[in-house]
């Protein structure tokens, strides 16, 4: 099983930054996947950005130039910073691990961008 617990969410300010991060734990071995979605309120869930263990990213296009995934393979931990922050990206985000065809997904934190 693997568990991912996601920090760093709350309330910021149009133009403000947030960095996001997701722990995973369990058993957590070989090539994975990690990245972070998110979903707005009566939306569908999108991804944001994901990195591979080789470190190779993708992001969505309303975030590319602003927001940033980054990855600690050794304590099995991603981050995202996310920099000049829109009304528009508020949303739950959720840490995804995707390994071998299977899905994780944690709990989910809050990101609220409002004056």
């Known amino acids: 099983q693997v568990q991912l617990v996601e920090s760093g969410g709350g309330l910021v300010q149009p133009g403000g930054s947030l960095r996001l991060s997701c722990a995973a734990s369990?058993?957590?071995?070989?090539?994975?996947?990690m990245g972070w979605y998110h979903q707005a309120p009566g939306k569908q869930r999108e991804l944001v950005a994901a990195?591979?263990?080789?470190?190779?990213?993708n992001y969505a296009d309303s975030v590319k130039g602003r927001f940033t995934i980054s990855r600690d393979n050794a304590s099995n931990t991603v981050y995202l910073q996310m920099n000049s922050l829109k009304p528009d990206d508020t949303a739950v985000y959720y840490c995804?691990?995707?390994?071998?065809?299977?899905?994780?997904w944690g709990k989910g934190t809050l990101v609220t961008v409002s004056s």
């Open positions: 995804n691990l995707l390994r071998r065809g299977v899905s994780y």
């Open positions: 369990g058993t957590i071995f070989g090539i994975y996947t």
């Open positions: 990195i591979t263990s080789g470190g190779s990213s």
